[in-house]
């Protein structure tokens, strides 16, 4: 029998399309489904590409069903925090709208495995910095909480029917595909290590730090940076746990170690042998002082072992592709 089908939501973006790739090497059988508002078509490298909405219903069904889906890994959604701060609504549309439309298409067709892309945005400022999987939810931006309601729907939904889920709530994603066939080139980013990058090879002027009177060691925010290939792996991982009959679960996906911005700039610096014009700015509002990954669970559960926690393969991958993208 032929192998069941996994359709990749938002899988010509930057994360999807990393782990649309490593399934296909994998052996699955993809299908992307985007409709290329901030995705690249030549992002896609295998498997068959379908430009179009998550919310269009009509077509998803067809897809679930011509592709014999057992599994959906959902990417599509908008994610840029202040564009959510203005335009809340586009927010709630796109990414909770949008996943309700395809979790009830989902039920219908008997999907039987969910893996979804949730954000350390649903913490939004834990006291001590550390973000636990059992602590409290409280987003302080539109974007973080259309991704909280998601997780929510997925959660219920999991409990009604027999469709399974693993919700992966990814830290501070940067770098690209070490052999350099996938990368971000998101348009206008506003994401501290691509903005480091685009301006150490001369596509910005300056960059900012936005505060440096943080209680940290340096006085500058600090994160919990993963790379993205060691992130696309830890969708694998998910998808055998739940095809080992693994409960519904939802893990941090970190290294659980934080890296401040001055440390960011000065590796960004120091590899790409170039001075930044680094401009102090006041903090942004909406910043966490800190925000770190308890990154336990997943290596315990999910079995993931990273395999690029170095913030020189971070930097230095992120700024092999901003020299060279290849779209
Ligand atoms: N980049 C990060 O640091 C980060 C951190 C936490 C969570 N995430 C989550 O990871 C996922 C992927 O993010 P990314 O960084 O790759 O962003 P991205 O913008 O590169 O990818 C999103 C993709 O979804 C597509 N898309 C958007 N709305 C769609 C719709 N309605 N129908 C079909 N396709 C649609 C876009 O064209 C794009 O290709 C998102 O769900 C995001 O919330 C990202
Ligand atoms: O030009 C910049 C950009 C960022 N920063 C600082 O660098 C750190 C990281 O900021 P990013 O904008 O790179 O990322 P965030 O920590 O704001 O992450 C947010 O956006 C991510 C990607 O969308 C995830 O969703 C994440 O969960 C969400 O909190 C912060 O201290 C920020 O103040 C700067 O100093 N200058």
Same mark, same amino acid.
């Given at each position: 029998?032929?192998?069941?089908?996994?359709? %990749? *939501?938002?899988?010509?973006?930057?994360?999807?399309?990393?782990?649309?790739?490593?399934?296909?090497?994998?052996?699955?059988? %993809?299908?992307? /489904?985007?409709?290329?508002?901030?995705? !690249?078509?030549?992002?896609?490298?295998?498997? @068959?590409?379908?430009?179009? =909405? %998550?919310?269009?219903?009509?077509?998803?069904?067809? /897809?679930?069903?011509?592709?014999?889906?057992?599994?959906?890994?959902? !990417?599509?959604?908008?994610?840029?925090?202040? @564009?959510?701060?203005? $335009?809340?609504?586009?927010?709630?549309?796109?990414?909770?709208?949008?996943?309700?439309?395809?979790?009830?298409?989902?039920?219908?067709?008997?999907?039987?495995?969910?893996? !979804?892309?949730?954000?350390?945005?649903?913490?939004?400022?834990? @006291?001590?910095?550390?973000?636990?999987? =059992?602590?409290?939810?409280?987003?302080?931006?539109?974007? #973080?909480?259309?991704?909280?309601?998601?997780?929510?729907?997925?959660?219920?939904? +999991?409990?009604?029917?027999?469709? &399974?889920? %693993?919700?992966?709530?990814? !830290?501070?994603?940067?770098?690209?595909?070490?052999?350099?066939?996938?990368?971000?080139?998101?348009?206008?980013?506003?994401?501290?290590?691509?903005?480091?990058?685009?301006?150490?090879?001369? &596509?910005?002027?300056?960059?900012?730090?936005?505060?440096?009177?943080?209680?940290?060691? =340096?006085?500058?925010?600090?994160?919990?940076?993963?790379?993205? *290939?060691?992130?696309?792996?830890?969708?694998?991982?998910?998808?055998?746990?739940?095809? &080992?009959?693994?409960?519904? $679960? *939802?893990?941090?996906?970190?290294?659980?170690?934080?890296?401040?911005?001055?440390?960011?700039? =000065?590796?960004?610096?120091?590899?790409?042998?170039?001075?930044?014009?680094?401009?102090?700015?006041?903090?942004?509002?909406?910043?966490?002082? +800190?925000?770190?990954?308890?990154?336990?669970?997943?290596?315990?559960?999910?079995?993931?072992?990273?395999?690029?926690?170095?913030?020189? *393969?971070?930097? #230095?991958?992120?700024?092999?592709?901003? &020299?060279?993208?290849?779209?």
């Amino acid at each position: 029998m032929p192998a069941k089908g996994i359709l %990749v *939501t938002g899988g010509a973006g930057y994360i999807g399309a990393h782990v649309a790739l490593m399934l296909a090497e994998a052996g699955e059988r %993809v299908v992307v /489904l985007d409709d290329l508002s901030t995705g !690249f078509a030549a992002a896609v490298h295998q498997g @068959e590409l379908i430009i179009g =909405d %998550v919310a269009d219903s009509r077509l998803v069904r067809g /897809l679930l069903q011509a592709h014999d889906v057992d599994t959906v890994m959902h !990417f599509a959604a908008r994610t840029v925090v202040p @564009e959510s701060v203005s $335009d809340p609504l586009g927010y709630y549309h796109n990414n909770t709208c949008g996943t309700r439309s395809l979790l009830q298409c989902c039920a219908q067709a008997g999907v039987k495995h969910l893996v !979804f892309s949730s954000t350390a945005a649903v913490y939004g400022i834990p @006291e001590d910095g550390l973000a636990r999987e =059992d602590g409290p939810t409280d987003p302080i931006n539109p974007y #973080g909480r259309s991704k909280l309601m998601s997780e929510w729907m997925l959660r219920d939904l +999991s409990a009604a029917t027999s469709l &399974r889920h %693993v919700a992966l709530r990814y !830290f501070n994603v940067a770098g690209s595909d070490p052999e350099g066939r996938i990368g971000q080139s998101t348009r206008q980013a506003t994401l501290l290590v691509k903005v480091a990058c685009e301006a150490a090879v001369g &596509r910005r002027d300056h960059v900012a730090v936005f505060g440096n009177d943080y209680p940290t060691p =340096d006085g500058t925010g600090v994160r919990d940076y993963i790379h993205v *290939t060691d992130l696309a792996a830890a969708h694998l991982d998910a998808l055998n746990y739940l095809r &080992r009959g693994g409960p519904s $679960d *939802t893990f941090n996906v970190g290294y659980g170690h934080g890296t401040s911005v001055r440390q960011v700039l =000065d590796t960004v610096q120091r590899l790409s042998g170039r001075r930044l014009d680094i401009r102090e700015r006041p903090r942004r509002p909406g910043d966490p002082p +800190s925000l770190v990954a308890a990154a336990e669970r997943i290596r315990q559960v999910l079995g993931w072992t990273p395999r690029h926690d170095d913030l020189e *393969t971070i930097v #230095g991958t992120a700024l092999a592709w901003e &020299r060279d993208p290849a779209y």
